[in-house]
């Protein structure tokens, strides 16, 4: 990395280095999520042929391949920013496996039944974001997080908007709404999931990735703005 990236890297004295399998952690990561990828393109490919409702290839893509990159790419973007040491593997590979077999249970239960399937894999779901930006919480607490600290209150406000948007699909999921209730409940699931859970993670990413991008560095004030920022779009989104 460039710019922002060297910078972090340099760790102070007694700092924890990070552990050798981070780069073999990636890559069955980032292999969940091309996999995802592939099935969301099959969906798509074959519509009208296969007997899956029309929005599983949506799914596909924003619950399966884009939730697992956000979960895992927002922990690596968290941990050289706050100079934390790597966590657990047995932490991440738990979370990884409940996220995809929430996954798999919303996708099934929604489209083959019975439908109980599908709520308790949107709690599942709902409950691996919620541990996931917590434990950063926590550790950002008590870490040297400096100007690089809003980056997690991003992704805290971001994982709330997914637990919303959970909510609200398990409740539709459990068919307890219907008629013009349920289209405004399906349009607000849209709403924070797409501009809340996806959204607030790429703004607060952006601000430390972008100068990266640009090489450049980040300007005295973007922390500043950073945390404006957040404390604007989380109301706006609301």
Request: charged share 10%; proline share 5%.
């Amino acid at each position: 990395m460039t710019s922002v990236g060297i910078r972090v890297e340099r760790r102070r004295p007694g700092t924890p280095r990070p552990r050798p399998g981070r780069a073999r952690w990636h890559a069955i990561a980032n292999a969940v999520v091309l996999v995802w990828l592939a099935l969301a393109a099959v969906a798509v490919a074959a519509q009208g042929v296969l007997p899956a409702p029309r929005w599983s290839a949506l799914h596909l893509f924003l619950l399966g391949a884009v939730s697992n990159a956000i979960v895992t790419w927002s922990e690596h973007f968290a941990v050289p920013l706050l100079r934390l040491a790597d966590p657990p593997a047995r932490w991440r590979a738990g979370r990884l496996v409940a996220l995809n077999a929430g996954v798999v249970a919303v996708l099934t239960g929604a489209s083959a039944g019975p439908v109980a399937v599908g709520v308790a894999g949107a709690a599942v779901v709902v409950a691996v974001v919620a541990a996931h930006v917590a434990v950063l919480a926590v550790r950002a607490r008590g870490a040297l997080a400096g100007r690089f600290s809003h980056v997690v209150t991003w992704y805290v406000w971001a994982g709330a908007a997914l637990a919303t948007g959970g909510v609200l699909g398990g409740i539709m999921l459990a068919g307890v709404v219907t008629g013009a209730a349920e289209e405004r409940l399906v349009a607000a699931h849209a709403h924070v999931n797409l501009l809340g859970w996806v959204g607030l993670t790429v703004l607060g990413t952006l601000f430390t990735l972008w100068p990266t991008v640009l090489r450049t560095q980040v300007i005295d004030g973007a922390g500043r703005i950073a945390r404006l920022s957040v404390r604007l779009a989380v109301p706006g989104l609301a």
